[in-house]
């Protein structure tokens, strides 16, 4: 069974920083990807960064040059963080992690294996 656990949402002001933290179990890292997605206001569910089993990193235009996402791997169990900076109040949303996570519809969870969410929240 693959679990998807994401920790470290908050509430910051503009200009901050926050570290999303996810932990990936049961999941074979083996052509595949691990990432993070957002769901924020009235808006469609948003693809922000990834990072393959090859180590190829892609980060959604907006977000390039403030987040950071790493990966290290123990015993089977992955942790996949998100280190956000200079946060502004257009990065308020639900952001989720995901193993080969599919959007479909603007929805997220469309596939793959979701985490649960957790909330970020950047006041001006």
């Known amino acids: 069974e693959v679990t998807v656990l994401e920790s470290g949402g908050g509430s910051v002001q503009a200009g901050g920083s926050l570290r999303l933290s996810c932990t990936v179990s049961?999941?074979?890292?083996?052509?595949?990807?691990l990432g993070w997605y957002r769901q924020t206001p009235g808006n469609e569910c948003e693809f922000v960064s990834s990072?393959?089993?090859?180590?190829?990193?892609?980060?959604t235009e907006s977000v390039r040059g403030r987040f950071t996402i790493s990966h290290s791997q123990d015993n089977g169990k992955h942790t996949v963080d998100l280190q956000m900076n200079s946060l502004k109040p257009t990065d308020t949303g639900v952001y989720y992690c995901?193993?080969?996570?599919?959007?479909?519809?603007?929805?997220?969870?469309?596939?793959?294996?979701w985490g649960q969410g957790t909330q970020v929240t950047v006041t001006a």
């Open positions: 990072i393959s089993d090859t180590e190829e990193i892609i980060y």
């Open positions: 049961g999941f074979i890292f083996h052509d595949a990807a």
């Open positions: 995901a193993a080969d996570g599919i959007i479909m519809g603007g929805l997220c969870a469309a596939g793959g294996y």
